[in-house]
């Protein structure tokens, strides 16, 4: 006897999950500018790669035993490839309640999506466009609930110390999903259709009688300059997929493999005529510092994180021989490149990512040391130095820093490490020391100034003084530091990545200490 009658019901009930919301809701999400979950899921996939997995879930209204109606659940679940390797993928379908999760199954729940990820190693990437829990939950189970959502959030951190993890904010995104967001080494989010917040518009005219746009509340101005919440912006969200397979490029596909190498097709000895010049003999001068960056990593290869927040550091991931890499320069631009707590913030991350997935870490130093000033002092500066000092001590990866100028006091301290493989090379433009000898003399000398006749021709003649001091070459004979040819810059970075590769074999598997958002 055949099992057609079967067949048939399963592939109704398909149907009216691919359904999701009807047409009702899909033309409401193309009214917002916004792809539909499963449009968003092809558009990131390798063609025809899309697997789906607890496709028939939701909710199904009965007559003598017949389903007479279907609410699909607010999600969609399956596994994808991206440029042919395998990766895990949940999408939120706002056409259905609005992406809100409602009331949660009893026993016998299959593993979630995340779960998933952790058990097959795989990376994992959440496509967000949810608003979180609805009070209209509390109807449809009859109660009220006490908010355990930790039991399902707890495989949502255990999943950052172990396989690559991806949020694409993509439309309004409240509540836990928000949070969600941010539990991730990479998030995005597209200009103008998408917003994050605790508690949305509604929520805050209630509890604090302020009248507010979803988009003043939570938009990509707030959380891609001012708070750092999110890392990157996307002008679309074809843009945005773009930038998901591009980070997942980098990194393996758990913490117990390799980073994948590349095929490279720039010379690793290629040495850059503009690295002789590009540091001005006047420090008051800037420089751009994502020319410098570009000129040593291979062509093409820089991807930034975070480009719109903590612009005082610029952070990202390249290649260099095709090994991929972790690499952060001090900006010049922006606060002189003073480390502030939104820069440090940035490169504790880094530093995380890298320890993580075993990538060596490149550090192009020109550091005036950390943000001064009442400002900084309200933010928290000293905390934020301390996490910054202990992040780079607790790690292992290995890791390179090319003194390009200034490595003044903590904050400089921050680009060495006393342990593991640790290499530093200095440029002839370095100069170094507890504080900057201006700055200084003014605090040091400060009777002799005071007492002399002059002042100020006082100062000036003990900054003079100091400042015969400062040659690097005086510190190289004294210490051995290595002091190089900028042109040479490449080269020795080809070297020491090639090095570093049987370091990062002996470090494969979760890292020492787990990685905190």
């Not at 939120?92 to 058990?119: H, K």
């Not at 009859?142 to 172990?162: F, H």
């Not at 101005?221 to 397979?245: K, W, Y």
Request: glycine share 10%; aromatic share 8%; net charge neutral.
């Amino acid at each position: 006897m055949s099992w057609q009658k079967e067949i048939d019901e399963l592939r109704r009930r398909e149907a009216l999950a691919a359904a999701m919301g009807g047409p009702e809701g899909i033309a409401r999400q193309r009214r917002q500018g916004k792809l539909t979950a499963r449009e968003r899921i092809a558009a990131l996939a390798d063609p025809g790669s899309f697997r789906e997995f607890m496709a028939l879930s939701g909710v199904g209204t009965y007559e003598s035993g017949e389903l007479t109606g279907f609410t699909p659940k607010p999600f969609v679940n399956g596994t994808i490839t991206i440029d042919g390797r395998k990766a895990f993928v949940t999408a939120g379908d706002f056409t259905v309640r609005g992406g809100s999760g409602g009331a949660r199954g009893g026993l016998g729940q299959e593993l979630s999506v995340t779960q998933r990820a952790i058990e097959w190693q795989l990376p994992y990437i959440r496509l967000l466009d949810a608003s979180g829990g609805s009070v209209r939950s509390f109807e449809e189970i009859g109660r009220t609930y006490l908010p355990d959502g930790n039991a399902w959030s707890i495989y949502e951190v255990q999943a950052l110390s172990l396989v690559p993890t991806v949020s694409a904010v993509l439309g309004s995104v409240a509540g836990l999903p928000a949070i969600y967001a941010c539990l991730a080494h990479f998030s995005v989010m597209v200009k103008d259709i998408s917003q994050i917040f605790p508690g949305g518009p509604p929520v805050v005219k209630a509890a604090l009688g302020i009248d507010i746009t979803k988009e003043e509340l939570g938009g990509d101005h707030i959380h891609t300059r001012v708070s750092g919440c999110i890392d990157n912006l996307a002008e679309t969200e074809a843009d945005a997929f773009a930038q998901i397979r591009r980070f997942l490029s980098f990194l393996p596909s758990n913490v117990n493999e390799p980073a994948p190498r590349r095929p490279a097709d720039d010379d690793p000895l290629r040495a850059e005529e503009a690295l002789l010049t590009i540091v001005p003999h006047n420090r008051r001068q800037i420089y751009d510092a994502h020319k410098l960056l570009n000129l040593v990593v291979d062509r093409g290869s820089f991807f930034e994180i975070a480009p719109r927040y903590g612009r005082a550091r610029i952070t990202g991931l390249a290649r260099i021989d095709g090994y991929p890499v972790g690499i952060m320069a001090n900006s010049p631009r922006h606060y002189g490149g003073s480390t502030d707590v939104a820069a440090g913030s940035k490169v504790i991350r880094l530093i995380q990512l890298c320890d993580t997935f075993h990538l060596p870490l490149v550090s192009l130093a020109d550091e005036p040391g950390f943000m001064v000033g009442p400002e900084s002092e309200k933010l928290g500066i000293e905390r934020a130095g301390a996490r910054l000092v202990a992040s780079v001590c607790m790690s292992r990866m290995p890791w390179i820093t090319i003194v390009i100028g200034k490595l003044f006091g903590v904050a400089g301290q921050c680009h060495h490490r006393p342990s593991g493989m640790f290499r530093r090379f200095a440029w002839p433009s370095a100069t170094w020391g507890s504080m900057h000898i201006a700055g200084g003399v003014s605090a040091a000398y400060r009777r002799e100034i005071e007492a002399a006749p002059e002042p100020d021709q006082k100062r000036q003649e003990i900054e003079a003084r100091l400042d015969a001091l400062a040659s690097p070459f005086l510190t190289a004979e004294a210490t051995g530091q290595d002091i190089i040819d900028p042109r040479e810059t490449r080269a020795h970075l080809v070297e020491f990545v090639h090095d570093a590769q049987r370091i990062l074999a002996t470090q494969l598997g979760p890292p020492p200490f787990p990685y905190l958002p």
